[in-house]
């Protein structure tokens, strides 16, 4: 521990090199990572923060929430079905809408906006499943015409107390909690009663006489076994169940966003792989010379090796710290696209590049155990 501390004080300069070059990278795989889970809970997040544990799609959808239907029929099937404690309707459907904020535009075509309306039933058998559970300020919808919105969007007019109007008709949805985390293909979105999203349905197409669920909202009977369920729900004609996970993964677009920047992500450690690698390879064949003076004296092989990897571990450590800093600083300025500070990210961060780093330091590791002592005695040795 002292060999390494007495080297890293006097070679600062290549050392803080090394932190800060780390440090860079951990904050872009950081940041990466950041950006990948906000634009998919931009996608998905109503999907992922709702109360009902299984969803069950029209099997023609093909597990998309846009082009799912049940049926009446179907409904009662499900509901029937042994194992299955409450059924509740959930509605879905993008409407064009005015907000405070809009409305205030001088441009005409500036005051309509896109968002995605979500109803659900706030009484019966299947009350309060489809529920927002990520609520920050204000309360659930308690009657028809109230409805929680999207943190995201408050400053655009989806704050409490807001009126949002349905148009053209301008069916008016007032406003009265804010969830986070809760918005679906990157669109405000607002989670109202089933009645006020049937209205609003109908105000989009007033010749709808019966407007059905776009997914059922299930809860499972106590000790049921959920894959066993989901099995008999979906041999069923014409439906298919899924888990809450097993719908957010099948999402439009989350595997394809979530592909590409693994692969930046995958690219960025690779890169760190080799900075530090290089970095600690080129130290050790520098001093290659004060090694072999060191073997020549006594100091046993381990001894080097041990100080080798606490000198990358703590570069490696400043470097994660530097890293989480820069995270932490610029993350406020960077979360309308989603990113934050979450701790045991930084943390699973931390350890990964750790274990990068010591994996890296192999080669520097081979060349110090293959130090002859015995070249300290020639001049040959000593400057190789």
Do not use: C, H
């Not at 659900?120 to 009350?127: E, M, R, V």
């Not at 209205?199 to 894959?227: K, M, S």
């Amino acid at each position: 521990m002292l060999l390494a501390l007495s080297e890293i004080r006097r070679a600062k300069a290549r050392f803080t090199a090394l932190a800060l070059a780390v440090g860079l990278l951990v904050f872009l795989v950081l940041f990466q990572q950041g950006l990948r889970d906000g634009l998919i809970t931009q996608f998905i997040g109503a999907l992922r923060n709702q109360s009902a544990p299984v969803l069950v799609y029209g099997e023609q959808a093909r597990q998309n929430l846009e082009g799912s239907q049940i049926s009446p029929d179907q409904q009662a099937a499900v509901a029937g079905m042994e194992g299955v404690a409450r059924v509740g309707r959930l509605g879905e459907g993008t409407f064009t809408v005015s907000t405070p904020v809009t409305r205030a535009e001088s441009d005409p075509d500036d005051r309509l906006i896109d968002a995605v309306i979500f109803g659900y039933d706030l009484d019966g058998p299947g009350a309060g499943l489809g529920a927002p559970t990520t609520l920050t300020a204000g309360r659930l919808p308690t009657a028809t015409g109230e409805a929680v919105a999207s943190e995201r969007n408050r400053d655009e007019g989806f704050d409490v107390g807001d009126v949002v109007r349905v148009e053209p008709a301008g069916l008016e949805i007032t406003v009265v909690g804010v969830a986070t985390d809760v918005n679906y293909s990157v669109a405000p979105t607002l989670f109202t009663s089933w009645n006020t999203y049937a209205e609003a349905r109908r105000v989009r197409n007033p010749d709808a006489v019966d407007v059905y669920p776009t997914v059922l909202a299930l809860e499972l009977a106590d000790g049921v076994d959920e894959g066993d369920a989901l099995a008999r729900i979906t041999a069923l004609e014409g439906v298919e169940a899924l888990t809450r996970q097993q719908a957010v993964d099948a999402s439009p677009g989350v595997a394809a966003v979530s592909q590409s920047l693994n692969t930046v992500i995958g690219l960025l450690l690779l890169t760190a792989l080799l900075v530090i690698g290089l970095f600690v390879l080129i130290i050790t064949v520098q001093k290659a010379s004060a090694l072999t003076l060191l073997r020549a004296i006594g100091a046993r092989r381990s001894t080097l090796v041990r100080a080798l990897l606490t000198q990358t571990s703590l570069v490696v450590g400043a470097g994660v710290v530097i890293g989480s800093v820069l995270l932490a600083l610029l993350a406020p300025a960077a979360s309308s696209i989603g990113v934050q500070f979450r701790l045991g990210q930084v943390l699973g961060m931390g350890v990964v590049t750790l274990a990068l780093s010591l994996l890296a330091s192999w080669a520097a590791v081979r060349r110090v155990l293959r130090i002859d002592p015995i070249a300290a005695t020639t001049t040959q040795g000593l400057l190789r």
